[in-house]
Each structure stands twice: as C-alpha cells, then as structure tokens.
Nanobody
Framework: QVQLVESGGGLVQAGGSLRLSCAASGRTLFTYAMGWFRQAPGKEREFVAAIDWTKKSGINTYAADSVKGRFTISRDNIKNTVYLQMNSLKAEDTAVYYC???????????????WGQGTQVTVSS
C-alpha cells in the first residue's frame, strides 16, 4: 500500500520560507512523477510543481507560473522523499499543500493515483 506523508507546513510571514517534505512508502518514487498541488478555501486544487524522470531527458522539473523563481522541487531517491522549497512566500500562497505520485502528464490532477493528507501553509501579510 502506497502512503505519502507531508510535513513542514506552518505559519510564516510574507517574504519568509518553508520547506515541505513528502515521505513515501510502498512505492519507489524514482520511476514515477511526484507533484505538489495546493487548494485554498473555495478554490479548486491547482498544480504547483512536479518532478519526473524519463529515459529520453532524465530528471525533469515543472513549476506553475505563479511560483516560478520562488519554489523549487527536488527529491532524495535514497530517502524516497520529495521536497518543496518555498521562498519569498506571499499571502496568496496560503493553502493546503498536497503531494501526489503517479504516471502521466505531470501538471494534471488526473495523473496522480495516490495523495497525501495535506499540510497547511499560512502566509501572513
């Protein structure tokens, strides 16, 4: 059984940083896409960042326009863990952040078949 456990959320002032972690069990992440999504109250779940691996291009990372240059996704294959480093946080980054694993186009919610429980990130302005 695949389990994803997020950690690292919390309350931070605007301009601050947080690092989210997503530890996986039951699946070796290396051959799957790993994504971070977020959902704010009253809004749909949206893509934040993803990382995958293909034979053709190796490791690939993707980021939503709204977080490019501020958020960085990475993974540790030995620890089977994915990270989301979030810098220069803004009030509009406030949401529950979810990690997910799956195979397919990395920006799509439908690609992912397992999800974590979510971790709250609150940015005060």
């Amino acid at each position: 059984q695949v389990q994803l456990v997020e950690s690292g959320g919390g309350l931070v002032q605007a301009g601050g940083s947080l690092r989210l972690s997503c530890a996986a069990s039951g699946r070796t992440l290396f051959t799957y896409a790993m994504g971070w999504f977020r959902q704010a109250p009253g809004k749909e779940r949206e893509f934040v960042a993803a990382i995958d691996w293909t034979k053709k291009s190796g490791i690939n990372t993707y980021a939503a326009d709204s977080v490019k240059g501020r958020f960085t996704i990475s993974r540790d294959n030995i620890k089977n863990t994915v990270y989301l480093q979030m810098n220069s946080l803004k009030a509009e980054d406030t949401a529950v952040y979810y990690c997910a694993t799956g195979r397919g186009p990395p920006r799509l919610v439908s690609t992912y078949d397992y999800w974590g429980q979510g971790t709250q990130v609150t940015v005060s302005s």
